[in-house]
């Protein structure tokens, strides 16, 4: 059962594919906002689903997020989720990229809980 104040931290390391050069984001071997962002949704996402019923997920439909720190590919990053609200199927998080006790990138992030069948369902209508 989802409530307030779970939390969730993954773990992941930086990978050439993780980088802005390879993503189309700039020109640097450095670790890239679009990557980390799919970072912060994807720890969000798990948090979530962990406690939905079959056939429910969730979607990212916000997210307000600072990128402040550079990291190289081999840094080993840590993403915490903390679900701060439900608003009936609107689930509000705070998240928080770190390296070495610095803080990498931080933000607000909403996500939505559908039903997986009736979503694609609408979107093929």
């Given at each position: 059962m989802l409530?307030?104040?779970?939390?969730?931290?993954?773990?992941?390391?930086?990978?050439?594919?993780?980088?802005?050069?390879?993503?189309?984001?700039?020109a640097l071997e450095v670790f890239s906002t679009p990557m980390m962002i799919a970072f912060m949704e994807n720890t969000a996402f798990e948090l979530a689903q962990r406690e939905l019923s079959v056939g429910e997920t969730t979607v990212g439909i916000s997210v307000n997020i600072r990128?402040?720190?550079?990291?190289?590919?081999?840094?080993?990053?840590?993403?915490?989720?903390?679900?701060?609200?439900?608003?009936?199927?609107?689930?509000?998080?705070?998240?928080?990229?770190?390296f070495s006790g610095e803080v990498v990138g931080s933000g607000d992030h909403v996500r939505f809980i559908v039903d997986e069948k009736k979503f694609l369902e609408n979107i093929k209508k």
């Amino acid at each position: 059962m989802l409530r307030e104040g779970m939390e969730l931290t993954l773990k992941k390391v930086v990978t050439p594919a993780d980088t802005a050069a390879k993503v189309a984001s700039g020109a640097l071997e450095v670790f890239s906002t679009p990557m980390m962002i799919a970072f912060m949704e994807n720890t969000a996402f798990e948090l979530a689903q962990r406690e939905l019923s079959v056939g429910e997920t969730t979607v990212g439909i916000s997210v307000n997020i600072r990128h402040m720190r550079a990291n190289l590919i081999g840094d080993e990053l840590q993403c915490n989720a903390v679900l701060t609200k439900i608003e009936g199927k609107k689930l509000h998080y705070t998240v928080e990229v770190t390296f070495s006790g610095e803080v990498v990138g931080s933000g607000d992030h909403v996500r939505f809980i559908v039903d997986e069948k009736k979503f694609l369902e609408n979107i093929k209508k």
